[in-house]
């Protein structure tokens, strides 16, 4: 019998790359501009993981349309990539990590609520896009998270059921998501402490960075540090 494709999805802002404070502040300096004051912790609780058109109508108003959004998420990325391009890395032990799962034979993807631009400012700016079978952004689904779509379209890109994938995610909407697409999840506490994620059941460990990881005990589905 044909061994199942196993497949390793991965969550970009706050997982690939540790940006989510820089996400943040352009988010803040965004409503700001348009008299609005936003607590920071308030809101990377409420919004981490959904996509920039689901935020603009929470805070600026239901009458916000997709189209509308389109053009004020924009002005928001791009003030984002401004404050973050000065910084941009990749996590520590992340370039070894795919090259071990590689080696497994482990299908690599990319699932993120980012728009296209953000994706080429990550991916191509840090040349890791040759690395993946699959990338799949906000403009490939029509919910972000916790839905379960970016998810289930990108193990379906890799061939992978979604049992046999496991999701690396730093916000609780996103394990949220692998829930519900019935993936078992790997966090990264980039963002938030192992706490706001203690009522998740799919979660197998919660490390600071990929150099924690061990690619054997994590494909058996017990790894030491969980």
């Excluded at 929470?58 to 404050?83: C, F, M, N, P, Q």
């Excluded at 829930?179 to 600071?208: H, K, Q, W, Y």
Aim: proline share 4%; glycine share 6%.
């Amino acid at each position: 019998m044909t061994a199942p494709q196993r497949a390793f999805i991965f969550d970009m802002d706050g997982t690939i790359v540790d940006n989510m404070a820089f996400h943040t502040k352009s988010w803040l300096e965004f409503f700001s501009r348009r008299g609005h004051t936003v607590d920071a912790d308030e809101f990377f609780r409420r919004t981490a993981g959904r996509q920039g058109h689901e935020i603009m109508r929470t805070y600026l108003g239901e009458h916000i349309t997709k189209e509308d959004s389109v053009l004020l998420d924009a002005e928001k990325e791009e003030l984002y990539r401004e404050l973050y391009a000065p910084h941009l890395e990749a996590v520590a032990g992340f370039d070894e990590f795919i090259a071990k799962a590689q080696e497994a034979d482990v299908r690599l993807a990319v699932a993120t609520a980012a728009p296209p631009a953000n994706i080429v400012f990550t991916l191509d700016g840090l040349d890791l896009r040759r690395h993946f079978d699959a990338v799949v952004g906000a403009a490939d689904v029509a919910r972000g998270k916790p839905e379960p779509d970016v998810f289930l379209l990108a193990a379906e890109r890799c061939g992978a059921a979604p049992a046999d994938c496991i999701v690396f995610e730093d916000a609780p909407l996103g394990v949220e998501a692998a829930r519900r697409a019935g993936m078992r999840c790997v966090v990264l506490s980039t963002t938030l402490p192992a706490t706001a994620f203690a009522e998740f059941d799919n979660v197998l460990c919660i490390v600071r960075d990929f150099s924690e990881l061990n690619i054997a005990e994590l494909l058996s589905g017990s790894p030491a540090n969980n």
